[in-house]
């Protein structure tokens, strides 16, 4: 059990429907740490586009210390499309958080929280539950925002180390342990030599774990068979730039990025955030879907708990799943993105409602 009650989260609700799912994600927060005996102490801290736009910093230092110095961060979205640096790049503070505190395991559970909302179904009636680790700090997106090349060329480059490589692995192993021990590399091994160093460095790791089971996939025929049998997949773990691509067609799978929890977790910092951007063609409407954040914030109460070795944040993390398993079943939750009418403040209280009633 930890010596402290209290955890101390650094909340960064950022831009378009950002603070409007942050809140409803905050009273859930709060609702459970009062039932299972925790308190929270949540403090917000600005960055985003608009704090660019108003302050002149998208990222202060004040920001990145308080990231630094909580026990966990709960981020929102960030970006707005009117709104870029001098240079015309994107504003993205969220991934520049994630290189200064080298947030190499990127974490997107797959669930079939809402089952009419899951185009696909298994003949035998298996759910999709899968989660994929992409590398979240190199990869293709090393030369992110650079232009290199002339006239007549330009060129990005794929950097895969053996360091981060090998972080990624164990944690990959460690993670698949923690659910059905099967764990899925996705490459492109037959093309690049990236890939191929990326498969060899997975291979010395994958020694270290015999009771894992593997595979391995080029990317391309992952894409196929997260289409023809999701539901066979355990742990995958993958590059930065084909995490990038294959965390939305995972979260189209289960009903669109509304319901996508993630994330980004170093060794000492972690960070939480629904895989959906800021939605400003929504944005002030009050239709946002809020779920994806409070399915955050039990991501970010269960890899606290396990750090910790504290049973109240993992009891905490579960009551939320299952009051949102709950919500959704009962209608309460079904936001317009998952065909329904209800507004964001009700799928909070609709969660809440549900808390501790196995
Ligand atoms: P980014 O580049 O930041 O990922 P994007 O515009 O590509 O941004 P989103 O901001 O996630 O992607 O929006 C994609 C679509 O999904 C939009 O139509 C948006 O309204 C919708 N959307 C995203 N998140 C939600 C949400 N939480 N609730 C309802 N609709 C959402």
């Given at each position: ?113 809402l089952?009419?909302a ?130 939305d067609?995972?979260a189209g799978l289960v009903g669109g990025l509304g319901l996508a ?14 895989s959906h ?12 879907n809020?779920?994806a ?44 993105d998952l ?20």
């Open positions: 059990m930890a010596a402290n009650d209290t955890i101390s989260i650094a909340v960064l609700p950022g831009d378009g429907i950002g603070p409007e799912v942050t809140a409803p994600a905050l009273d859930v927060l709060h609702a459970v740490a009062g039932r299972h005996g925790f308190s929270v102490d949540a403090r917000e801290h600005g960055a985003g586009a608009g704090h660019y736009r108003d302050h002149g910093s998208a990222l202060p230092e004040e920001t990145i210390r308080a990231v630094e110095s909580a026990d966990a961060t709960l981020l929102a979205a960030m970006g707005l499309p009117d709104v870029r640096y001098a240079d015309g790049t994107e504003i993205v503070p969220q991934i520049d958080l994630r290189e200064i505190f080298g947030l190499y395991g990127g974490v997107r559970p797959i669930r079939a929280w089952p009419e899951v185009p696909l179904k298994d003949p035998r009636g298996a759910d999709i539950d899968f989660v994929l680790v992409r590398e979240s700090t190199e990869g293709l997106f090393v030369d992110r925002g650079k232009r290199n090349g002339d006239a007549d060329h330009a060129t990005d480059t794929m950097r895969v180390t053996r360091a981060v490589s090998e972080k990624l692995f164990h944690f990959s192993f460690q993670l698949a342990r923690q659910r059905r021990s099967h764990l899925t590399l996705i490459d492109k091994a037959n093309v690049l030599g990236s890939m191929a160093f990326f498969r060899e460095v997975f291979d010395e790791v994958a020694a270290e774990y015999p009771d894992v089971t593997t595979s391995r996939l080029y990317v391309d025929a992952a894409a196929m068979l997260m289409v023809q049998r999701p539901w066979d997949f355990d742990v995958m773990v993958t590059e930065n730039m084909f995490g990038d691509i294959l965390s067609l995972a929890p993630s994330g980004d977790i170093g060794d000492k910092v972690a960070i939480f955030q629904p951007g800021t939605a400003p063609d929504i944005m002030g409407k009050g239709i946002a809020p779920l954040t409070i399915l955050s914030v039990s991501l970010m109460l269960d890899w606290l708990g396990r750090r910790r070795d504290d049973p109240r944040l993992l009891a905490g993390a579960a009551d939320i799943e299952q009051a949102v398993r709950k919500a959704l079943a009962a209608g309460d939750a079904t936001t317009v065909g329904g009418k209800v507004r964001t403040a009700d799928v909070a209280k609709a969660v809440i409602a549900r808390l501790g009633n196995p």
